[in-house]
């Protein structure tokens, strides 16, 4: 009798929520299915777990058995170190590309007979500039008889004075040779 009372009170229970014609079996298989799965989910969670907390405690170890906190504070106080270090290094840098930026970076050579009767382009036009295309170039005409040399000055690759065709040249060499434009 106390079996079928309870039976009958599942039974209500199942009318209330509108599953009263459902056998009691069922919903004991599902549950039985739902804690199986719930015992492999918390046996693969917990491999997952030991793999983990032995990964942490081999890197917590570290060299000569220091804590992770120890190795991160070094780490820490070496990159403040190297951040100081390369604000020097970034100022030491740009005095440089400012002391160089004068110094003659650029430097073409063409070499050309002046005169007909003398061989050999015994004479030559040097141009030495800088970053901005400033400087000289620098004209030596050779004879049978003398050396004449001329120098003109160069502003951002141009001259105030007539340039020959072997001064413009030279020009044109050591800026293109540079990889830049006249």
Known sequence: MVLLES???????????????????IPLILLFLVTVALI???????????????????FMQG?????????????ATDVLRLKRESKAYANDIDLLFAKH???IQKVGLIKYDAFSEMGGKMSFCLALLDERNDGIVLNSVHSTTACY???KRIREGISDTQLS??????IRKAVEESGGNV
């Open 165 to 170: 065709p072997e001064e413009s040249a030279a």
């Open 63 to 75: 060299e000569e058995a220091a804590s992770l906190e120890d190795q991160i504070g070094r780490l």
């Open 149 to 151: 040399s001329y120098i």
């Open 7 to 25: 039976n009958v009170a599942v039974s209500k229970i199942f009318d209330a929520i509108g599953l009263g014609g459902m056998d009691i079996a």
């Open 101 to 103: 930026e004068n110094a």
């Open 40 to 58: 492999v989910i918390v046996v693969l969670q917990s491999k997952r777990q030991a793999a983990l907390v032995y990964r942490l405690e081999c």
